[in-house]
């Protein structure tokens, strides 16, 4: 598949609902593009989108993290592709785009979270070098 991949722009905001929809999030345009003009603000986060044929097909999200007890990394905050653009090289470009944000800023290591169901989420990091550190659960609590 032929893509270029760029910033990501106001404009993407109905193109990320839709991709988010297929992966079963509950997103609107107005809170998606506030949430993007923060990161576009924000020079600790980095997002691109890939554009094949005009039509932005995949979106990565990526940010600086601090933990007192370790190095600071990069961690991918996001990566949805349409259905159609899986397998076809895309998420790589998109995390490869990161990896590169994230070596201008001198950090040497890239972290990811996935669901523990998604196991073919799972094999592609795998496949791009990424390696499973440990297993977590997330716990929240509504304020």
Same mark, same amino acid.
């Given at each position: 598949?032929?893509?270029?991949?760029?910033?990501?722009?106001?404009?993407?905001?109905?193109?990320?609902?839709?991709?988010?929809?297929?992966?079963?999030?509950?997103?609107?345009?107005?809170?998606?593009?506030?949430?993007?003009?923060?990161?576009?603000?924000?020079?600790?986060?980095?997002?691109?989108?890939?554009?094949?044929?005009?039509?932005?097909?995949?979106?990565?999200?990526?940010?600086?993290?601090?933990?007192?007890? &370790?190095?600071?990394?990069?961690? $991918?905050?996001?990566? !949805?592709?349409?259905? #159609? %653009? +899986?397998?076809?090289?895309?998420?790589?470009?998109?995390?490869?785009?990161?990896?590169?944000? &994230?070596?201008?800023?001198?950090? $040497?290591?890239?972290? !990811?979270?996935?669901? #523990? %169901? +998604?196991?073919?989420?799972?094999?592609?990091?795998?496949?791009?070098?990424?390696?499973?550190?440990?297993?977590?659960?997330?716990?929240?609590?509504?304020?």
């Amino acid at each position: 598949m032929d893509v270029i991949v760029r910033e990501v722009a106001l404009e993407d905001s109905e193109a990320i609902c839709n991709l988010l929809e297929q992966l079963g999030y509950n997103a609107f345009v107005p809170e998606t593009a506030e949430r993007i003009k923060a990161v576009m603000a924000d020079e600790m986060h980095c997002a691109f989108v890939a554009v094949a044929k005009g039509n932005v097909v995949g979106w990565i999200h990526g940010f600086f993290a601090i933990r007192i007890e &370790s190095a600071p990394f990069v961690e $991918i905050g996001g990566l !949805v592709l349409d259905t #159609s %653009a +899986r397998g076809a090289g895309v998420g790589r470009r998109l995390v490869e785009q990161v990896m590169e944000w &994230s070596k201008q800023r001198s950090i $040497i290591k890239l972290r !990811v979270r996935t669901n #523990s %169901a +998604r196991s073919k989420t799972h094999q592609f990091y795998q496949n791009l070098g990424f390696t499973e550190t440990k297993e977590q659960k997330v716990f929240e609590l509504k304020l």
